[in-house]
């Protein structure tokens, strides 16, 4: 076995996991193949409902990341427990992700490996990535540019870029 350190594995979690998270994912992985670091990433979202399992990124978020040159993947699905055990670092996009995700780890072991999207943040000082669900357009495109700085902000947290 190489002695490389095992990959760093990421998921971003979000209501849905069609909007937000698996924008989060697209941008983020975008980030890291840009840096040359793809295979010291594993990167995967997940949402805290299981209404949209199966689905592709919604259609006008899907849109609004084409429109900023990024190639949309992933279908939805719902956080388990054993994500929170297989996962170095798990993002939540608001208030609500991040006591849902806390919630299904009873004993408090893995509560450390959970964190606010918007505290990588450093060009936005909003208190969550706000769900653009029920909005319009414009709300996808400001949840895209807080997704590049704090996706960003991730990456220098990990000392890279
Ligand atoms: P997301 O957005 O959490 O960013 O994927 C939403 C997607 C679906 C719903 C709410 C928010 N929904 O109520 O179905």
Not at 93 to 110: H, P, R
Not at 136 to 154: K, N, T, W
Request: proline fraction near 6%.
């Amino acid at each position: 076995m190489p002695n490389s350190p095992p990959p760093c594995r990421v998921l971003f979690v979000c209501l849905g996991n069609i909007c937000r998270s698996p924008a989060a994912e697209i941008i983020f992985t975008k980030l890291v193949c840009d840096a040359g670091r793809k295979q010291d990433f594993v990167v995967d979202s997940a949402g805290t409902i299981g209404h949209h399992q199966g689905s592709s990124p919604d259609a006008r978020m899907s849109d609004a990341l084409k429109r900023k040159g990024y190639s949309i993947h992933g279908n939805a699905r719902k956080i388990e427990a054993e994500d929170l055990e297989n996962f170095d670092l798990i993002v939540t996009m608001d208030e609500s992700n991040f006591s849902d995700v806390k919630a299904l780890d009873k004993t408090g072991i893995y509560h450390s490996k959970v964190h606010p999207f918007v505290s990588y943040c450093h060009s936005h000082d909003d208190p969550r990535v706000p769900d653009p669900y029920y909005g319009e357009q414009r709300g996808f495109d400001h949840v895209i540019a807080l997704l590049e700085d704090g996706c960003g902000g991730i990456l220098k947290s990990l000392g890279i870029g």
